[in-house]
T-cell receptor, first 120, second 112 residues
């Protein structure tokens, strides 16, 4: 199984709603990532979890709250979002092995299909 | 940190022809990797090909090959025999999953 599964695929929410995005992988990866991607732009890193601990937060507003309940699951809790937060949210995972190896197994990120979020 | 530059916002190619998408990178690391991803309009990020900095041969995966010139810090993607289904956004990225930086992307359109 080399899949990263994201749910839902599409989400429309109001600015006062609370919703969550879910990401799941069963490849034994210990690093998981959230990216935000606006139309016609490259993905931008939001959060990195390594061994279920938050290791990188790229100055993301607190209305985005990540959670990693176990090594297979990553959530992104959304609250009081703004229309400019509308974007494609991509989850990814990687082996997460520390060290300098440049072999593909050690360095490749596997991406989910994304959640298209619209804030109205 | 690594910087990735893609200088072709859009490219057109005739079906069955070959096309080269440019990517240059800037890093002070000795050990790194470079990835190419394809992103169709559906949004999924599809892995195409990978080149490690210590790999002596250029990577190939089916119709995709990577023209890796380490001294020039370039890692261009070559797609041979283009197909209509190759129309998509293409991203160059590196150096590894833990520090993945993307270029700005190239929108490839394959013409019938």
């Amino acid at each position: 199984d080399t899949e990263v599964t994201q749910t839902p695929k599409h989400l429309v929410m109001g600015m006062t709603n609370k919703k969550s995005l879910k990401c799941e992988q069963h490849m034994g990866h210990r690093a998981m990532y959230w990216y935000k991607q606006k139309a016609k732009k490259p993905p931008e890193l939001m959060f990195v979890y390594s061994y279920e601990k938050l290791s990188i937060n790229e100055s993301v507003p607190s209305r985005f709250s990540p959670e990693c309940p176990n090594s297979s699951l990553l959530n992104l809790h959304l609250h009081a979002l703004q229309p400019e937060d509308s974007a494609l949210y991509l989850c990814a995972s990687s082996l997460g092995r520390r060290g300098g190896s440049t072999d593909r197994t050690n360095t490749e990120a596997f991406f989910g299909q994304g959640t298209r979020l619209t804030v109205v | 940190a690594q910087k990735i530059t893609q200088t072709q916002p859009g490219m057109f190619v005739q079906e069955k022809e070959a096309v080269t998408l440019d990517c240059t990178y800037d890093t002070s690391d000795q050990s790194y990797g470079l990835f190419w991803y394809k992103q169709p309009s559906s949004g999924e990020m599809i892995f195409l090909i990978y080149q490690g900095s210590y790999d002596e041969q250029n990577a190939t995966e089916g119709r995709y090959s990577l023209n890796f010139q380490k001294a020039r810090k370039s890692a261009n993607l070559v797609i041979s025999a283009s197909q209509l289904g190759d129309s998509a956004m293409y991203f160059c990225a590196g150096p590894s999953a833990r520090q993945l930086t993307f270029g700005s992307g190239t929108q490839l359109t394959v013409l019938p």
